[in-house]
């Protein structure tokens, strides 16, 4: 269900910014649009220099790796938690949060047009180990019905703001708040499924981490004891396992039977 194939989520991301996008063998060639520089590349000084000049500024070309076995290709390496995967999701997040779209549809007669809720979430492990997964879940509010990977089945299709002619909209049977707490059961679930082994390892490696700090501070003097509770602390939120979830973006798509 989590989004595990970083291509083509990527490629979705860049080419719906209108980046022209060269995906081979786990590389991605990107040539960055002026809004997408400014966003990822903190260039902003050149940007300055080059508007006050009068001019139009050369974009950067980007190259994500996300297959880690290749080693021959120069470019920067891109998986699950690393620091450019998060700028991307919260650049999605600051952004993009919520948006409603129609898709494209050439129609010579009435055309019924079904809602979907889309939403793409984060889903954090932390502890000894931490690992982020993605999720993009579609959820239509006219019949139940459930898709995952949803985000590589829009990009199959065409998007845009305004509804076609002859098509219309057919009205929610199931409110979107209630479609939301449908897919986070969907997420409840599937956290309860997992081998949660990594949880119990932080918690091993807690409990190693407090016995040798109390061990170091044992027979110091009283006024060392709030030092050793502040470390303490500052352990426990190191090592105790939790699971946190954030919403990426998401949004109503209005998308044929197909």
């Not at 502890?127 to 997964?133: I, Q, S, T």
């Not at 459930?146 to 590589?152: A, E, G, N, V």
Request: some cysteine; overall charge negative; aromatic content about 10%.
């Amino acid at each position: 269900m989590a989004i595990h194939n970083l291509n083509r989520f990527l490629q979705s991301y860049f080419t719906a910014h209108h980046c022209h996008v060269a995906n081979q063998n786990g590389v991605l060639k990107i040539q960055l649009t002026e809004e997408m520089d400014r966003a990822l590349m903190n260039r902003p000084f050149y940007w300055h220099y080059v508007k006050k000049m009068g001019k139009n500024g050369d974009p950067m070309q980007l190259t994500l790796i996300t297959n880690q076995d290749n080693t021959e290709e120069k470019g920067e390496r891109i998986h699950f938690g690393s620091p450019r995967l998060q700028q991307i999701v919260n650049h999605l997040k600051e952004n993009e949060q919520f948006t409603k779209l129609f898709e494209v549809v050439h129609a010579v007669r009435n055309t019924a047009l079904q809602p979907w809720l889309v939403t793409n979430i984060k889903l954090s492990y932390i502890g000894k180990r931490n690992k982020d997964e993605i999720f993009s879940l579609g959820l239509n509010l006219v019949n139940g019905q459930m898709k995952t990977d949803m985000m590589d089945f829009l990009n199959a299709k065409d998007l845009q703001m305004q509804i076609s002619d002859y098509c219309y909209t057919i009205t929610p049977i199931i409110k979107p708040h209630s479609g939301f707490r449908r897919i986070l059961t969907v997420i409840d679930q599937y956290i309860q499924d997992q081998d949660h082994q990594w949880a119990a390892e932080s918690i091993e490696e807690l409990k190693q981490e407090v016995d040798l700090l109390k061990h170091f501070y044992q027979g110091d003097r009283d006024e060392d004891v709030e030092q050793m509770e502040k470390e303490l602390q500052d352990i426990k939120e190191r090592y105790q396992p939790k699971i946190q979830f954030s919403v990426v973006n998401g949004g109503i798509f209005y998308l044929t039977g197909n």
